[in-house]
């Protein structure tokens, strides 16, 4: 692949094969000395349109360490502010040679669009309600590290799924890997047609975590309700806020998860989210750094063996 949008395109065989380099990196991270050279001489610039703690922090780390040139753009000191267009930005940001762009847009599809005029390699760091690649393929790598094993696992996705690029592309990766997946939540928060993408629905908590391997929570997104209907958070915490009492449904050896910002009492209970025995959040945010090495390592194998493409 010459970059990363989504998802949708990689094979299971590509997942797999991702996530092996991805060990490797799990350890050169745990290592004293974390540095490799395999993006010597090759330049990466963030992009952040919204806000981000950890991914944007993780592909900052995961390319000094690997010896590029790294840049963040800050958005809000861009002349985006002063009008000029995603497009014309992306375009002025190609003319300087960039190798990787990591891009994040509240827009579904910007990123796409955006990697069709440039001529690097383009990393969707989440678009809009769309996807969010490496947030899938680093919790993808958190089941694995944690069961042992990628497939045949029953997964439940929780909460707030109509508004999360996190659920989509989990959803489609674990149903590569051939996982049984559940979707947990409120009606008005499930989208329309959720089922023909092979998951079961529930609205009541407690069906859904029925003998889970895995569950995994998401935060409710209020800025992307756009008028619409918004559950009462002492409501909602009731109803779909996991704690002890409902993490028992689960099989007794469930991991935890929540790809982060937690809203603590509201969608998680904070002591179960800090309970190092169930809860795997922290390797999450651990096992980012890795996976965003792997990623940028492979995408970085495919530009050197491209020709140098003329600037348009
Ligand atoms: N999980 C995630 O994307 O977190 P950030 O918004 O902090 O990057």
Redesign the pocket.
Known sequence: QRHLLGIEPLRPDEITALLDLSDKYVTLNRARDKRSTTLSGLTQINMFF?????????FELAGKRMGADVMNMSMQASSIKKGETLIDTAMTLNAMHPDLLVV?HPHSGAVDLLAQKVNCAVIN??DGRHE?PT?ALLDALTIRRAKGRLHRLSIAICGDIAHSR?ARSNIMLLGKMENRIRLVGPATLMPAGIRDLGCEVYEDMNEGLQDVDVVMMLRLQKERMDGGFIPSEREYYHRYGLDAEKLARAKPDAIVMH???MNRGVEIDGTLADDINRSVIQE?VEM?VAVRMAVMDLLARNLRARPKEVLV
Request: hydrophobic share 15%; aromatic share 0%.
């Open positions: 919204e806000n981000s703690t950890r991914t944007q922090a993780s994040r760091a989440g969010h947030q996190v790809p982060g910002p999450q980012g």
